[in-house]
């Protein structure tokens, strides 16, 4: 990865993955202070589920772009829509402002995310992806160790504001300097499934989940009739977005887009809702509470180190990442009703399961793509990560804030069994990966 053909970008990606790692370690940490600072516990699972609906819609809208006109400049707006958003939210004077900024977020890292990928795909040969993988996941140790405390000393001891300010000058240069070595990497033609009729999904699908959501926090009629219409989107919509037989199910590509959703859905609900466990239930400080995401994340950073370095097929971690991360969440969910401190130890099993699985997913999403649809599955698969992620976030924040504050603790608990159900759903799902000859 650090011979001369590859060296600017390795270290161009690795760089900007640092530096955005550091800002997704420490929102985590500081949310139930922006929530308060704010009086807005009640938009407080919108703060996350914001930036995964529009990363979901730029996902879409990215993947034909990114196949037809190379992945530079779509990466390099990508990531200036994302500056744009921790601007905004950093300056937010109110809850509805920042949900806003945390959803401008989510436009740029949509597209960054796939055009990041296809980098991958045509710079680096098959042999080397998965030690690149690996290395994206260590570019998170360093946020993992420092990015939680940082952000919770900085919304103690001077403001969390700057926990999203603080950011813009540091990923300029690192993006500048990218720039150069990804001159000349191919383009070639889209893939079909990449025209409008899968552009307007993206929008239906965006629109259905924020319906979706938005009615799971009203009473009464106006969340039957949100839910139905946010569902009956979702219907129309996905079946366009995603590979045939994703929903059901089916072996090989399907399956590992279906898995990346399950688990990500679980994990990141989870983790979304540690830091206030902590904070309401057992009086952590935040600098206390993202002790517990930090070993999180150092458990699966050295556990795409040991997958990455591997020789043993990519079915097998994922399927293995699947049971940790099933174990993990049951292991939290219990620990957060009985000693805050207990979850350490479980979320670092539920940190090894991503570890090994999210990596070798990816490994497996591009083995098993033509290189003229590289774009647009590894939309879907973002697509997939991204849904699960705001569509499980949302339901639980609504499931918490409908508890209300006196019953947290029953509500945290309903919504721990509600990752833990996601989770072994992907155990199931993992099953069904190997394609069989």
């Known amino acids: 990865m650090l011979g001369a053909g590859f060296r600017g970008t390795t270290f161009g990606i690795v760089t900007v993955v640092t530096l955005l790692a550091f800002e997704s370690m420490a929102v985590g940490t500081v949310m139930p202070v922006v929530a308060g600072d704010l009086d807005g516990l009640a938009l407080y699972a919108w703060g996350f589920s914001a930036t995964l609906i529009m990363s979901l819609l730029s996902t879409?809208?990215?993947?034909?772009w990114v196949d037809r006109s190379g992945p530079v400049r779509p990466f390099m707006i990508g990531l200036g829509t994302f500056v744009a958003g921790l601007v905004i939210a950093g300056a937010a004077p109110s809850m509805w402002v920042f949900v806003a900024g945390r959803a401008v977020q989510g436009l740029g890292t949509g597209v960054s995310l796939v055009a990041m990928y296809v980098v991958i795909a045509r710079v680096y040969p098959e042999e080397l992806r998965s030690r690149v993988f690996a290395a994206l996941s260590a570019a998170w140790v360093l946020p993992s160790l420092i990015g939680p405390a940082i952000g919770g000393l900085v919304a103690e001891h001077v403001d969390w504001r700057w926990v999203f300010l603080g950011l813009v000058p540091l990923v300029i240069p690192p993006t500048l300097l990218l720039v150069p070595a990804l001159r000349g990497i191919k383009s070639v033609e889209?893939?079909?499934?990449?025209?409008?009729?899968?552009y307007l999904a993206a929008v239906v699908v965006a629109a259905g989940a924020g319906?979706?959501?938005?009615?799971?926090?009203r009473p009464g009629w106006t969340m039957t009739l949100a839910a139905v219409a946010g569902l009956a989107a979702l219907a129309f919509g996905l079946p366009k977005l995603l590979p045939a037989g994703t929903l059901r199910l089916r072996r090989g590509l399907p399956s590992v887009i279906l898995v990346r959703g399950l688990l990500s859905g679980a994990f990141f609900g989870t983790d979304v809702f540690i830091p206030l466990a902590l904070t309401r239930l057992h009086d952590f400080s935040a600098t206390q509470a993202g002790i517990v995401l930090t070993v999180g994340a150092l458990g699966w950073s050295a556990a795409s180190q040991i997958q990455g370095r591997s020789n043993r097929p990519r079915e097998f971690y994922a399927l293995l990442g699947a049971v940790l991360v099933a174990a993990g969440i049951v292991a939290a969910a219990v620990a957060l009703q009985v000693n805050g401190w207990l979850a350490v130890p479980a979320w670092i099993i539920g940190g090894a399961g991503m570890g090994f699985a999210i990596g070798s997913l990816s490994v497996l999403l591009l083995d098993l793509s033509p290189e003229d649809e590289q774009g647009v599955n590894s939309s879907s698969l973002q697509i997939s990560d991204t849904l699960g992620s705001s569509l499980v976030v949302g339901v639980a924040g609504a499931l918490v804030a409908g508890f209300g504050a006196d019953r947290l603790d029953t509500g945290l608990a309903v919504a721990g069994a509600l990752f833990a159900a996601i989770?072994?759903?992907?155990v199931i799902a993992a099953l069904r990966l190997e394609v069989k000859k």
């Open 211 to 217: 319906g979706l959501l938005w009615g799971l926090d």
């Open 60 to 64: 879409v809208l990215a993947g034909g």
């Open 190 to 198: 889209a893939a079909p499934a990449a025209g409008k009729g899968r």
């Open 423 to 426: 989770a072994a759903f992907g």
